[in-house]
């Protein structure tokens, strides 16, 4: 299983950026994903989840409204948008698999991408 | 949502030495927990998830325990690639909720 991020970087407040997230070495489809981010020197804070056939979609109260996951099954490819992005935004940003639509904890999880929100 | 309190905030251990990390929920998540480790620049690792079940892969000098509110991390006898933070997290209610982490450090 690999998960590679991609997108992260500097932006203003207010700006938007989409995060990607491209996964291989499993059914893409099957499996429910999730982004987690990580503030400088913080803890671990979900954000939002999507199930195996996309149908389903969940988001941390700090993003709803401001952030969508989405996923295209042809690319295994998973995405996050994020507008209107704030200073408590910054923080680098893991891609994770899911055990299961029904689990929702993690086993495998990308490198991470930055994104850091600034004037 | 269910807040994840984990204590203590660091544990000092020699090597070789027993580590005990606990995290307490704010409400009962059955046996619905997760614990992760991260080292400095990495992403989290999977140690354990329903509580008690071990990863593929995870030593087993590594162990969960509890239930409802009350969760342990056990490291039975610590080696020099565990010093790093620990995490819980619930999987039994939306929002999922991580425990704000456990740094295990060298004594």
């Known amino acids: 299983v690999q998960l590679l991020e991609s997108g992260g970087g500097l932006v203003q407040p207010g700006g938007s950026l989409r995060l990607s997230c491209a996964a291989s070495g499993f059914t893409f489809s099957s499996y429910a994903m999730s982004w987690v981010r990580q503030a400088p020197g913080k803890g671990l804070e979900w954000v939002s989840a999507?199930?195996?056939?996309?149908?389903?979609?969940s988001y941390a109260d700090s993003v709803k409204g401001r952030f969508t996951i989405f996923t295209d099954n042809s690319k295994n490819t998973v995405y996050l948008q994020m507008n209107s992005l704030r200073a408590a935004d910054t923080a680098v940003y893991y891609c994770?698999?899911?055990?299961?639509?029904?689990?929702?904890?993690?086993?495998?999880w990308g490198q991470g991408t930055l994104v850091t929100v600034s004037s | 949502e269910i807040v994840m309190t984990q204590s203590p905030a660091t544990l000092s251990v020699s090597p070789g030495e027993r580590a005990t990390l606990s995290c307490r929920a704010s409400q009962s998540i059955s046996s619905n927990l997760a614990w992760y480790q991260q080292k400095p620049g990495q992403a989290p690792r999977l140690l354990i998830y329903?509580?008690?079940t071990r990863a593929t892969g995870i030593p087993a000098r590594f162990s969960g325990s509890g239930s409802g509110t009350e969760f342990t991390l056990t490291i039975s006898s610590l080696q020099s690639e565990d010093f790093a933070v620990y995490y819980c997290?619930?999987?039994?209610?939306?929002?999922?909720?991580f425990g704000q982490g456990t740094k295990v450090e060298i004594k």
């Open positions: 329903g509580a008690s």
């Open positions: 997290q619930q999987y039994n209610n939306w929002p999922l909720t």
């Open positions: 994770a698999k899911a055990w299961s639509s029904s689990y929702y904890y993690f086993d495998f």
């Open positions: 999507i199930s195996g056939d996309g149908g389903g979609t």
